[in-house]
Structures are given as C-alpha cells and as structure tokens.
C-alpha cells in the first residue's frame, strides 16, 4: 500500500467496527487491510468516501448485496431483501 500506513487507515476500520456495533448490533472484527483491485462484481454495494485535507484521495468500503441487506434490515427494523434507495441510504 504505497503512501498508506494504520495512521491513515484504522480511522475508517475503527469508525466502521463502532458503528456496525452501535447501529446494527453487529459484532465484527477488523481483518489485515489490503488494496483490492477496483473491479467489483454486479451484486456489491460499494460506498466511496472523499478524502480532502492534508491527504486526498478516495477509500472504498465494499459489500456484497447480501451483507449490505442484512446491514440494512438491522439498521431500518425492517426485513430488506433488494437494495433500493432507502435501504442503500440507511447502509451509507
């Protein structure tokens, strides 16, 4: 990860894991962080988060659908089967 270390990173990891906690109940662990290819399959939900300041640039949180759903149904209370806008604006 050329230019990147856990300074700039674990920021996103850490908010992500609380939030996942506070919001949907959801205990996660955070894995080895790693730069992925951008090329992401049809059934992803994929968040892209723009970086100004004094580093700039671009990180992406990605999940397949199903997770994303599940993610949703817990935040909304509600049974998501399908990504729509709703569901896609409680999970971003």
Known sequence: MAGLNA???NPFLI???KILKDMCF????IGKPY???TDFTEDTLVIMIGIT???R????IAFPNMVACDIASKMIMM???Q???LSTSAVC
């Open 7 to 9: 300074e700039h990173i």
């Open 26 to 29: 959801v205990d996660v662990k």
């Open 83 to 85: 990504l729509d806008e």
């Open 35 to 37: 730069v992925k290819d």
């Open 53 to 55: 300041g004094e580093i």
């Open 57 to 60: 640039g671009q990180a992406m």
């Open 79 to 81: 049974p998501i089967t």
């Open 15 to 17: 908010a992500a894991t």
